[in-house]
C-alpha cells in the first residue's frame, strides 16, 4: 500500500530472520510463494527447490492447486524472480496463468480484480504510487482488512500526493518563470 518506506529497518530484520528460518516444509503454496518473492525482491539468494513439493509423481504441478487461487496468484507473481536455468519457475508461470485466466471469470470482487490486474501487469513492474492507489481501493473491500492500516495507508497517500503537487508547482513555476522573464520574447 505504499507504506513500506516508514518500515525499512523492521522489514529488513524480518525478511533477514525469514531468510535464516529454515522450517518451511509445512508453509502451503501462498506462503512458500510470497516468501519466496519477497526475499528474492530484497537480493536474497533463495533456492526455487522450495516448489518442488507441489510437484506431483510425474512432475506436474498438483491438480489440487488449481482451487487456491491466493497461492496461484502469489506463485505466478514469484515465478516471475526465476533466473535463467529455474525450469520449475517457467513451468510455474504457464501453470498459473492458465489456471488463473479460467478462475478469473468465476471469482467475486475483490479477488477477481487482483487476478485481473495481475494479469495484465505485475506488483513489482508497476509504478509505486500507482500500485498503491489500486490497491488501496481494493484492500478496503476485503473483510478481513486491518482499519489502522488501511487508514494509514490513506493518509499517508494523500500527503505524499499533496508534496508532489507542492513540488511539481515551484519546479513550473522555476522554469516558466525564468523562461518568460528573460526579455518576453522567444528566439
Known sequence: MGVNYHFEKVIEDALEAIYHDNNEADNDLYTTSLRFRLLREHGFDVPCEAFYKFKDEEWNF??????DVQGLLELYEASYMRVHGEDILNEAISFTTTHLTLA???????????????????????????????????????ESHNKALLEFAKIDFNLLQLLHRK?????????FGSFFSSEGCLD
Open 167 to 175: 513540488e511539481l508547482s515551484e519546479i513550473c513555476r522555476h522554469v
Open 62 to 67: 498438483k491438480s489440487s492447486l488449481m482451487n
Open 104 to 142: 478469473a471469470a468465476t471469482l467475486a470482487y475483490p479477488l477477481s480484480e487482483q487476478v485481473t490486474h495481475a494479469l495484465k501487469q505485475l506488483i513489482r513492474r508497476g509504478l509505486l504510487m500507482v500500485e498503491a492507489r489500486r490497491y488501496i481501493s481494493i484492500y478496503q473491500d476485503i
